[in-house]
């Protein structure tokens, strides 16, 4: 099984901030099969970015993806309101599909 | 509008069964891998089954192989998980999902003699 390790657990920061998730894989993970989320509470998860770096539908381009292989990023350049939230990576390289344990962005 | 409804979910008693139901609108259930995903109550969240739309291979989570069953009906455009002999740490939140990017609201599931 695929581990995907997310750092750090908690992340406080104000509104204008940039973010940094990292999301790191316990082996190589194919580009195109890492994904990710954000939750907010009492909501279903809603995809941000797929391939590693290209932005769903809808997504602002404050939000990319970087990284290859066992180690990922999401970047926020400039926290709004709205994105304080929990953020999952995914991976669907090989079964049993696994997401990482979240990063949870609160407000400083 | 291009929706997932989830229904089904409920209080049962461990070893009981349900099934979960997950109607498509806005387009097909075939038309696309469909997953359902589980939330227990503050946690993390974790894959529980998949189907793919090409020739209907079928995963299960380890936690669930030999309980759970996935299923389509492509005529009723409906997705659905058959759960059998539930345990307490099968009380989740369970999302059904088209792709990546299409997910319903999600049915609980609560466990509870």
């Known amino acids: 099984e695929i581990v995907l390790t997310q750092s750090p657990g908690t992340l406080s920061l104000s509104p204008g901030e940039r973010a940094t998730l990292s999301c790191r894989a316990s082996?190589?993970?194919?580009?195109?099969?890492l994904a990710w989320y954000l939750q907010k509470p009492g909501q279903a998860p809603r995809l941000l970015i797929y391939g590693a770096s290209t932005r769903a539908t809808g997504i602002p381009d404050r939000f990319s993806g970087s990284g290859s292989g066992t180690d990922f990023t999401l970047t926020i350049s400039s926290l709004e309101p709205e994105d304080f939230a929990v953020y999952y990576c995914q991976q669907r390289s090989e079964w049993p599909l696994t997401f990482g344990g979240g990063t949870k962005v609160e407000i400083k | 509008e291009v929706q997932l409804v989830e229904s089904g979910g409920g209080l049962i008693q461990p070893g009981g069964s349900l099934r979960l139901s997950c109607a498509a609108s806005g387009f097909t259930v075939s038309s696309n891998f469909m997953t359902w995903v589980r939330q227990a109550p503050g946690k993390g969240l974790e894959w529980v089954s998949i189907i793919y739309n090409d020739d209907d291979t079928t995963y299960y989570a380890d936690s669930v192989k030999g309980r759970f069953s996935i299923s389509r009906d492509n005529s009723k455009n409906t997705l659905f998980l058959q759960m059998n002999s539930l345990r307490a740490e099968d009380t989740a939140v369970y999302y059904c999902?088209?792709?990546?990017?299409?997910w319903g609201q999600g049915t609980m599931v609560t466990l509870s003699s």
């Open positions: 082996q190589s993970v194919f580009r195109s099969q």
């Open positions: 999902a088209s792709g990546l990017d299409i």
